[in-house]
């Protein structure tokens, strides 16, 4: 049975590594977005 154990174990890691990458690439297009937003209202407050 510590075979099974360890099987869980691995597939456990696996899903919270791919979540992880996820939501770091959230974040990630978040913050881009946000500097499109505050340059795109710098440019309509110079304009």
Same mark, same amino acid.
């Given at each position: 049975?510590?075979?099974?154990?360890?099987?869980a174990k691995a597939k456990t @890691?696996? $899903?919270?590594?791919?979540l992880l990458?996820?939501?770091n690439d959230l974040i990630c297009e978040r913050k881009k977005? @946000? @500097?499109?937003?505050v340059k795109s $209202?710098?440019?309509i407050s110079v304009s």
């Open positions: 049975m510590p075979t099974v154990e360890s099987e @890691k696996v $899903r919270f590594e791919e990458k996820i939501h977005l @946000k @500097k499109k937003l $209202r710098e440019n």
